[in-house]
């Protein structure tokens, strides 16, 4: 059965772009290395994402971690591949990304962890 999202994001910010692969279908950040890498510079260069010791007004509490934006449910741990728990993936910048730092865009209400629909709408 296939599923139709609707997404409003702020100007500038594209709907992902999918990968199915094997069944599964994923950010194409997640597969290709390449992408991400831009996505995440564009982070950095634009919206302030870094480590947070270079964080010029860093909240511990308003890491990458707790923000509404930053997905890490199952199906999105399954298509980063990495089982650290330390990463997850930037619904609003479009990358992967690290726990631990922060951006300019941090949103209340996260992370993201479940895999119905309707709660993840919920927690935008």
Do not use: H
């Not at 890498?37 to 010029?56: F, K, Q």
């Not at 479940?114 to 935008?124: A, G, I, M, P, V």
């Amino acid at each position: 059965m296939a599923t139709i999202v609707i997404s409003v994001l702020p100007e500038g910010i594209p709907v992902d772009k999918m990968s199915d692969d094997d069944g599964k279908s994923c950010p194409l950040p997640t597969v290709d290395s390449d992408l991400n890498e831009e996505n995440r510079e564009i982070a950095v260069e634009g919206y302030g994402y870094c480590e947070p010791n270079t964080g010029t007004a860093f909240r511990n509490d308003e890491s990458c971690g707790s923000c509404g934006m930053y997905n890490q449910t199952d199906d999105m741990m399954d298509c980063i591949g990495d089982d650290s728990g330390s990463t997850g993936y930037c619904q609003m910048l479009k990358f992967v990304c690290s726990s631990e730092n922060t951006c300019n865009e941090w949103v209340e209400g996260g992370p993201i962890t479940s895999d119905l629909q309707e709660e993840y709408r919920d927690n935008l």
